[in-house]
């Protein structure tokens, strides 16, 4: 029996309904066998490429220090301006040890402990850990600060002159890095640790515990830090400023945009921070979302309401109107620790007219992370940052007294960066190269499918 008109149009309608269903069924399909590939790579859970490099970086990772000499330094004890040269790099190899203590947790959390690690690598310094450098004296400055009773600061100028210390002093690289026994301490007579340095203690130490989000329930929570040292806020600062947000900055959930804020955690500088996208970038054949910590991170409370809860040095800042400089004495156990960009990047003029010889270069000196945008996983960096002591006027210790008012004085600045292997490189290029092919095949046989219905339904009517 032949078909009548009605009989095909209503043919014709069941076949245009079928390839459309089918056509629109393949673009989700496309859509989750993306997720389903990434998320059996991001996971963080043995057996996958996310495990393997977060275990132990897959591409060595290095510490690069530049020293601030002092030019000037009898000037400078005598209450004059501080003229600076910068001396490095000296170069470390840091992170080569895998984590300690992994445990994974029943609530799609992984526990573990960070091992600090710094192997000197001479072929890649400027000079030896034996180099001298007239640098500020971090026992005789911070005795002010720590120690503000009049009467503790007589006792404290008595020791301090007994040891001959004074303001400056002459000490190696890797004893500024990695401590000295410090002769005014020494003379201190009661049980006190006389070791000193920018990043004593260090080798030997774990920094943690981190608790991170494994991502095997939920793809969009992947390496985020749940908690640190057991607790979700940090202690140091008020209101949204403490808590941890965001991951350590190795990798980022997968699907990363343009307009996405990337926050991630540093107890380097005891908070966590964020970054935007500003450029496309690609290393080794891959394409990468340069973000970097905007200036808006570090800007006054006056620019940036958000950072009012870091200011907490109301002098420096003069009274949370001044831009660049981060007081983190409260987890210094109070030493006068300023954390800031290398060369005074991003500061207000007022913090920057104390200290000459300084040349602050955005591309020298901000920090940025360059991410591949699919799995989020972080191949190309660079976290920058100064560290410096407050120096105070106190006219009851004679090494301190001519100092006229308060300012930040510079000890070093610190390049930590890595880049992907070459090798690393090319398994990564064939894995995201793979997962693209397959998806693009999905849409196009799904556009094709459409088209052919549209094209049926079409030319039967």
Same mark, same amino acid.
């Given at each position: =029996? ?17 390839? *459309? ?11 989750? &066998? ?78 573990? =402990? ?19 450098? +007239? ?26 002159? #007994?040891?001959? @210390?004074? =303001?400056?002093?002459?000490? +190696? ?7 000295? !026994?410090?002769? &005014? ?48 806020? /940090? ?7 403490? /808590? ?32 935007? &996208? ?17 200036? *808006? *991170?570090?800007? @006054? ?15 420096? @800042?003069?009274?949370?109107? @001044? ?8 987890? !210094? ?45 972080? /191949? ?11 120096? !105070? ?31 690393? #490189?090319? =398994? ?18 799904? +556009? ?14």
């Amino acid at each position: =029996m032949g078909c009548n008109r009605n009989c095909g149009l209503l043919t014709g309608a069941i076949i245009g309904a079928v390839l *459309a269903i089918f056509g629109g069924v393949l673009i989700p399909l496309g859509d989750y &066998f993306i997720t389903s590939t990434i998320k059996k790579e991001v996971v963080i859970e043995n057996g996958t490429i996310a495990y393997e490099n977060w275990i132990v970086p897959g591409s060595p990772v290095y510490r690069q220090f530049w020293i601030f000499d002092v030019q000037n330094p009898a000037e400078v004890m005598n209450g004059s301006q501080p003229i600076l040269q910068q001396k490095g790099p000296y170069t470390y190899r840091v992170r080569y040890l895998p984590k300690i203590n992994i445990t994974q947790n029943p609530d799609h959390t992984v526990s573990y =402990m960070l091992p600090n690690t710094a192997r000197f690598e001479p072929t890649m310094s400027a000079g030896t850990e034996n180099d001298t450098v +007239t640098c500020i004296n971090l026992a005789v400055v911070a005795a002010p600060a720590l120690y503000t009773n009049t009467f503790i600061q007589l006792l404290l100028n008595t020791w301090i002159k #007994a040891s001959n @210390s004074a =303001m400056l002093q002459n000490r +190696t690289v890797k004893e500024i890095l990695w401590g000295y !026994k410090d002769p &005014f301490l020494e003379k201190v007579p009661f049980p006190l640790d006389s070791t000193l340095g920018v990043f004593y203690p260090y080798n030997g130490t774990s920094d943690g515990s981190y608790r991170v989000y494994n991502g095997k329930d939920d793809i969009s929570k992947t390496a985020i830090i749940d908690s640190y040292k057991n607790k979700r806020n /940090l202690s140091y600062w008020e209101g949204h400023c403490d /808590l941890v947000n965001g991951t350590d900055g190795s990798s980022f959930p997968p699907f990363v945009k343009k307009d996405s804020v990337l926050r991630f955690f540093s107890s380097d500088i005891c908070r966590s921070i964020y970054g935007i &996208f500003t450029s496309d970038q690609v290393v080794k054949g891959i394409h990468l979302y340069r973000f970097t910590v905007p200036s *808006a *991170a570090f800007a @006054s409370p006056l620019v940036n309401p958000d950072n009012l809860c870091f200011c907490t040095d109301r002098v420096i @800042s003069n009274n949370c109107t @001044s831009a660049g400089a981060l007081d983190i004495s409260s987890c !210094k156990a109070g030493r006068p620790v300023f954390i800031t960009l290398p060369h005074f990047l991003f500061a207000s003029d007022d913090i920057k007219e104390n200290i000459e010889g300084l040349s602050p270069n955005k591309d020298e000196h901000e920090t940025f992370l360059d991410v591949e945008p699919t799995t989020g996983f972080t /191949l190309h960096f660079a976290k920058r940052l100064q560290v410096n002591l407050l120096v !105070k006027p106190a006219p009851k210790i004679t090494a301190l007294s001519k100092i006229k008012k308060p300012y930040i004085f510079p000890l070093l600045w610190l390049n930590e960066t890595a880049i992907i292997g070459d090798d690393k #490189a090319e =398994m990564f290029r064939s894995k995201i190269k793979e997962i693209k092919i397959n998806s693009k095949g999905l849409l196009r046989l799904a +556009t094709v499918v459409i088209f052919l219905t549209v094209y049926f339904v079409t030319d039967l009517y």
